[in-house]
């Protein structure tokens, strides 16, 4: 073999040796699943976009925004729910983004499964920080419907559940007309941050 030759060998072997390692597969596979939130962060906001044009520039003037998916599942007499998100803040230069999960739990009768979607806008920055710092708990505090216009022909958009924090929730069928955070708990993704 010639030195260049067994140079490159070696360094290939190196390199093989070093992506497989698991601590190489971990942040691969971490990666992975922040690529899956944003993902899912920008088909959200797209969506409400095409379904409430002026959240878009809220958005955009905000300290922060974050864009939540859950999925529940009624059996019953209980109801359960799990997802997962990304809150953006606003930086001078760049946005900073913290990825996070959510959970909830509820009795009632109930059978099914409901699928949606939560976008948070933050005008508060001291919301903002407290919901990424200490999460949030929202049990049986927040649960505002938004209204109609007079004839009934559009919807307002955002609810407000906290002065200084509004919030859209999408469902299949499109914007909620009430925004249920009865009972659901936000806290930072460790595996993920």
């Not at 005008?123 to 938004?146: I, M, N, T, Y």
Request: hydrophobic share 45%; glycine share 10%.
């Amino acid at each position: 073999m010639k030195t260049p030759t067994r140079v490159a060998f070696f360094v290939g072997l190196i390199f093989a040796v070093v992506a497989n390692s698991p601590t190489a597969r971990a942040d691969s596979a971490t990666d992975l699943k922040r690529a899956k939130v944003r993902t899912m962060r920008d088909s959200v906001l797209a969506d409400l976009y095409q379904l409430h044009p002026d959240a878009k520039g809220k958005i955009k003037k905000a300290a922060g925004y974050a864009v939540f998916s859950n999925v529940g599942i009624n059996l019953v007499f209980a109801s359960f729910a799990g997802g997962h998100g990304v809150v953006v803040k606003r930086g001078t230069f760049t946005d900073s983004e913290t990825f996070m999960k959510m959970g909830s739990a509820g009795l009632g009768l109930g059978l099914g499964v409901k699928d949606f979607r939560a976008v948070f806008v933050f005008s508060d920055v001291a919301r903002l920080e407290a919901f990424v710092e200490k999460g949030w708990d929202f049990s049986g505090q927040a649960d505002a419907a938004a209204k109609s216009d007079d004839k009934g022909a559009a919807l307002a958009g955002a609810v407000a559940v906290l002065p200084g924090v509004e919030v859209y929730q999408i469902t299949k069928n499109g914007l909620a007309l009430q925004a249920t955070l009865q009972g659901t708990k936000y806290w930072k993704d460790k595996d993920l941050n």
